[in-house]
């Protein structure tokens, strides 16, 4: 006997929800398999749930173009910046420029180290601390503005990787936002998709178990056979015909219709990963 399997992914869940919505639009109101208040709530969570699953898809899909864009833009900033202090040490080594400059950058009077630009944090405040530190250096103790690069080609390399974090920023919100509604409604969802199945089945449940099976599919049930009773049952039918099939490959420990949601989940799951590691720095 094959049992029910319920949806355990959203792309799975948001199928069965639709498959039930599409059944109420096919037949008349009094031939419907599931109560009104169950289509009243169908109606009011298939959709938010479909726009959060798109909304969380395209953003995710956005933050990994951009991120491609980020890299290149931390890459150069990252460049220009450390290059700055660089030439900033030497001057000071050949005696153009007093060591008591450094003050006006964040540095310490005796530390001719260039500044760690490990993180983009770390890019974010040294890079606001040429900016502003060449200004003052230049207003307090005069002299020569450091070149090659100066602080006017470092301001834009910088702003451009600023904006790019920013936007990298906002994408990883909007992101979060989708993804907590997503896991907020998760709940709900599910039990409106086994109250959903419980009155389909209720409502064929007078048919052969067979005819019932069949009804039911219809309405977006999904039935899965057991290893040990698929060899007994050979089905005429093209429905049964294809879950044999598919259960071949579950007996394989390959891939089933399923199975693809839950492996498209988790390639969703580690671009999301992916999309929000860079929250982290």
Known sequence: MPYRRLPNTDNARLRA????????????PYELAFSNTTLSQLNNLCPYFDQMLHQQKQAIAIQAAKSKELAAYTKKAKLYVSHFYQVFNFAILRNEIPAAARKFFGLRENDSR????????????????????????????GGNPITNPTAAVVKVRYEQFVEALHYQ???????KYATDKIAELRSDVDSLILNLWNEVEEHFSNFEDEEKRKRASEYGIVYIWRPNERNDQQKSDDTFAEESELFENIQDNRTEYLDEDEFEEKINQEQLQYAISFSGN
Not at 117 to 136: H, N, R, T
Request: no cysteine.
């Open 114 to 141: 260039t500044p760690n630009l490990i993180s983009e944090k770390d890019i974010v405040y040294w890079g606001e601390q040429i900016l502003k530190g060449e200004q003052e250096r230049l207003a307090k103790m």
């Open 17 to 28: 929800m639709k498959k039930a919505l599409e059944m109420a639009d096919k037949v008349q």
């Open 169 to 175: 920023k906002i994408l990883q919100k909007s992101t």
